[in-house]
């Protein structure tokens, strides 16, 4: 079946880094789309980044891009989450999820059929 676990999280100063992981198995990994999401309290989950099954197509939602860089290796299962110039409004539970294969814009929840557990950043001000 399916698994998808993401480790990395923790807590860490403003203007800090922390690099998440997610590995993932039960399925050919090289071809679907993974992406990255985040839910603070309160809030609805959002989107931060998506990464297509070969690396070559990314998409970064507007308040991390230029922060954040998502990356994937193929070999190892495996995508990253590498996090800089962190801020306390990044505080949330991340979750990496699989790319179903439906059509339709990569940065919706409902796009996605695998979901992570979870791992917690917390961002100290």
């Known amino acids: 079946q399916v698994q998808l676990v993401e480790s990395g999280g923790g807590l860490v100063q403003a203007g800090g880094s922390l690099r998440l992981a997610c590995v993932a198995s039960g399925y050919t990994f090289s071809s679907y789309g993974m992406g990255w999401f985040r839910q603070a309290p309160g809030k609805e989950r959002e989107f931060v980044a998506y990464?297509?099954?070969?690396?070559?197509?990314?998409d970064y939602s507007n308040s991390v891009k230029c922060r954040f860089t998502i990356s994937r290796d193929n070999e190892k299962n495996t995508i990253y989450l590498q996090m800089n110039s962190l801020k306390p409004e990044d505080t949330a539970v991340y979750y990496c999820?699989?790319?179903?294969?439906?059509?339709?814009?990569?940065?919706?929840?409902?796009?996605?059929?695998?979901w992570g557990q979870g791992t917690q950043v917390t961002v100290s001000s």
């Open positions: 990464i297509s099954g070969t690396g070559r197509s990314i």
């Open positions: 999820a699989k790319r179903a294969a439906v059509a339709g814009s990569w940065s919706a929840p409902t796009k996605y059929d695998y």
